[in-house]
């Protein structure tokens, strides 16, 4: 069998990163992509986005919290895992599944920072 997930996209917020109590990094990262799914009436392009939840564990956490930023492009391949919960509000089940990251790069080269003019 094989759980494979290759995406490239940008993501929607800063990482959230935390430590276990046995120290090790954990980060969470929202990210979209784009399909192109044809064009519309007046030939414009139309894309459909989806949004992900990745979670990324040690060096890559570290990583992830030092250099990534909203809106910065990454490439991630890791495999689909879903959780459950009991919803405290409602008592309903609750379904989450997220992309376990085990491996990323870094997409887009360094940001340009602003300069001041002369």
């Known amino acids: 069998m094989i759980n494979k997930v290759i995406l490239i996209g940008n993501l929607t917020a800063d990482p959230e990163v935390r430590a276990t109590p046995k120290g090790v990094y954990v980060a969470n990262v ?3 992509t784009n399909t192109y799914i044809g064009k519309d009436e007046s030939g414009n392009a139309k ?19 030092e250099y990534l930023r909203k809106g910065k492009q ?14 405290a509000a409602s008592g309903a ?24 003019a002369a």
């Open 74 to 87: 990454i490439y991630v391949e890791g495999r689909l895992q879903t959780s459950s919960w009991d919803d």
């Open 30 to 32: 929202r990210m979209a």
């Open 93 to 116: 089940k609750k379904y989450r599944t997220e992309v376990i990251v085990e491996d990323m790069k870094m997409l887009g080269g360094k940001p340009q920072e602003a300069t001041a």
């Open 47 to 65: 894309q459909a986005t989806e949004f992900h939840h990745l979670v990324l564990f040690a060096r890559l956490a570290e990583v992830a919290g």
